[in-house]
C-alpha cells in the first residue's frame, strides 16, 4: 500500500478550505441572530464556484426538473413582495446552488431569501449548510421548494411559512 504525495494532500487540502469556508460564512449568516439592516454586499453570502457546485452534486443523468418559480419566472422581489418585506436587495454573490440571493427586511428582521432553478440545486444548498448545523427545518420554504427563506430570528418562521405557502 503506498502512501499519498504530498502534494496529493496539499491538494485535498485547498479543495477542502474553498468548500469548507464558503459553507461557514452562510451558516453563520444564517444562525447569527443578527437584525441589523444592510447593505447584501456587506453581508455574509456565498460565491458559488463551478468546482464546489461540481464536487457537491452528484453526476447528472438527466437535466432537473425546473421549480414552479423557474417556469414562472418569479424572482425574490416578488417573493419579498409577498412577504411584506421591506429594503428588498438582490446580492452580488450567490449561494451554492441558489440562482438568487437576497435580503430584506420584515418587522426590522434580516430576511435572507434563495430562488432555486431546481430541487437538484436546493439540496446542494442544503447539503451544503447541514454540515454546519443548519437544517431545512429552519427554512420556511414554498410548497414545490422553490424559494426558501432565512429570518435572523426564527420566531418570525411560521409568519414567513405561512405566507409562501399561500
Do not use: H, W
Not at 63 to 73: F, L, M
Not at 92 to 119: H, I, K, M, S, W
Not at 136 to 144: F, I, K, W
Amino acid at each position: 500500500m503506498s502512501v499519498p504525495s504530498t502534494s496529493f494532500l496539499k491538494g485535498l487540502t485547498a479543495i477542502r478550505i474553498r468548500l469548507v469556508v464558503p459553507v461557514i460564512v452562510l451558516s453563520t449568516a444564517l444562525l447569527s441572530g443578527c437584525a441589523a439592516g444592510g447593505d447584501p454586499e456587506e453581508s455574509p453570502a456565498l460565491e458559488s464556484t463551478s468546482a464546489s457546485n461540481e464536487a457537491a452534486s452528484p453526476p447528472e443523468t438527466a437535466a432537473p426538473e425546473p421549480t414552479e418559480a423557474a417556469k414562472t419566472g418569479a424572482t425574490l422581489a416578488d417573493t419579498a413582495t409577498k412577504l411584506n418585506c421591506t429594503d428588498y436587495a438582490l446580492a452580488a454573490t450567490v449561494a451554492p446552488g441558489a440562482a438568487e440571493y437576497g435580503t430584506c427586511q420584515l418587522d426590522g428582521v434580516r430576511v435572507q431569501l434563495y430562488r432555486f432553478a431546481n430541487l437538484d440545486d436546493k439540496q446542494i444548498f442544503l447539503d451544503q449548510v447541514k454540515a454546519y448545523g443548519v437544517v431545512e427545518s429552519q427554512l420556511a420554504v414554498t410548497d414545490d421548494g422553490s424559494i426558501a427563506a432565512a429570518p435572523a430570528d426564527q420566531r418570525l418562521l411560521v409568519q414567513l411559512q405561512d405566507a409562501l405557502r399561500e
